[in-house]
């Protein structure tokens, strides 16, 4: 019988999960616009498209290079969640 804890502790897993596999791609984003940024005001170039064309670039990178990792950890995920559901329901 699933208590509430039992509820509590799956979204914990799952947040924990969705956080770990989006963490590198936010993080490359992060630091490639920033140092963009820094880029720009130092040359006082605004260009749009300077800031968007590097971060896709530079994330596209870390998901091809993650990317098998990020599968591995979300079907390893998927696989526990799917094996405790008998145990979940009764």
């Known amino acids: 019988m699933m208590t509430p804890e039992m509820v509590v502790t799956i979204g914990q897993q799952a ?3 969705t956080l770990m596999i989006s963490a590198p791609i936010l ?6 616009g920033l140092l963009v940024s820094i880029f720009q005001a130092a040359t006082q170039i605004n260009e749009m498209t ?3 064309i590097p971060k896709l670039v530079a994330m596209f990178i870390t998901l091809v290079l993650a990317g098998p990792w990020m ?3 979300l ?4 696989q526990r969640l ?7 329901v009764g």
């Open 75 to 78: 079907t390893d995920y998927i």
């Open 15 to 17: 947040m924990q999960v």
């Open 50 to 52: 300077l800031s968007f």
């Open 82 to 88: 799917y094996s405790s559901i008998p145990t979940l």
């Open 71 to 73: 599968i591995g950890t």
């Open 27 to 32: 993080a490359v984003g992060l630091i490639t």
